[in-house]
């Protein structure tokens, strides 16, 4: 695995300083790379009935409302040192933008590159779209 880009590891820091994590004190910041290579960032964003928007849905809804459709990578950031992995409904959600090709990394809380997975292995068997079809 190859070390990052600084000015990833920057947003990534940046964008889960901003998160809204009073119930959890987990903050998960996150960062997905669109098919034109534009990059998105989001935060875990908690509420007091405890049904909050993680990182990475935040980030992809970022993506989509700018009008794309495709996940080239994600990035996760947690608060420690340990693997902060996208939640089950994360991975669906990745899923449903992802394709062979998309990368998914899990960083530490310095940015350093913990684990990189591709779409089969973070979620295998996974439901799509062309289950639907």
Request: charged share 25%.
């Amino acid at each position: 695995m190859s070390e990052l880009d600084p000015s990833l590891v920057e947003a990534l820091v940046a964008v889960r300083g901003r998160a809204y994590a009073p119930y959890s004190h987990h903050p998960v910041g996150a960062v997905v790379v669109g098919e034109s290579g534009r990059r998105y960032a989001g935060a875990n964003v908690e509420v007091a009935h405890y049904k909050g928007l993680c990182a990475e849905a935040s980030a992809i809804a970022a993506m989509v409302s700018a009008g794309e459709r495709r996940l080239r990578e994600v990035y996760v950031i947690g608060p420690g040192e340990h693997l902060c992995t996208p939640c089950g409904d994360c991975r669906q959600r990745i899923r449903e933008f992802a394709d062979g090709e998309t990368r998914i990394r899990v960083v530490d809380a310095e940015g350093r590159l913990l684990k990189e997975y591709d779409m089969a292995t973070l979620l295998p068997d996974a439901f799509g779209p062309e289950n639907l079809a």
